[in-house]
């Protein structure tokens, strides 16, 4: 059975920091691609970061410069380090992972980040 247990959002003032987490079970962990999506009110779920097993990484044009995805292979977390955070920022943070060699996809349930003006 795949989890994957996303932590760390809150509430913070424009301009300071966050760092999500999400444990991941269930899973080879070191071959699966890591991301993170995110999902504002009244729009679609987006892509914000991904990693793969070799540590590529992938960012909307939004959060460059500002987010960076990384992985812990040893422990199977997966990391969002989101600093000067904006109101638009603003989302249910989703974790994901996948699979290279079937393609299958697992999602999170969410953490909500919140950014206040």
């Known amino acids: 059975q795949v989890q994957l247990v996303e932590s760390g959002g809150g509430l913070v003032q424009a301009g300071e920091s966050l760092r999500l987490s999400c444990a991941a079970s269930?899973?080879?962990?070191?071959?699966?691609?890591m991301g993170w999506y995110r999902q504002a009110p009244g729009k679609q779920r987006e892509l914000v970061a991904t990693?793969?097993?070799?540590?590529?990484?992938n960012y909307a044009d939004s959060v460059k410069g500002r987010f960076a995805i990384s992985r812990d292979n040893i422990n199977h977390v997966a990391y969002l380090q989101m600093n000067s955070l904006k109101p638009e920022d603003t989302a249910v943070y989703y974790c994901?992972?996948?699979?290279?060699?079937?393609?299958?996809?697992?999602w999170g349930q969410g953490t909500q980040v919140t950014v206040s003006s």
């Open positions: 269930g899973i080879i962990f070191s071959i699966n691609v």
């Open positions: 994901n992972s996948l699979n290279v060699r079937d393609l299958t996809t697992f």
């Open positions: 990693i793969s097993a070799g540590g590529g990484e």
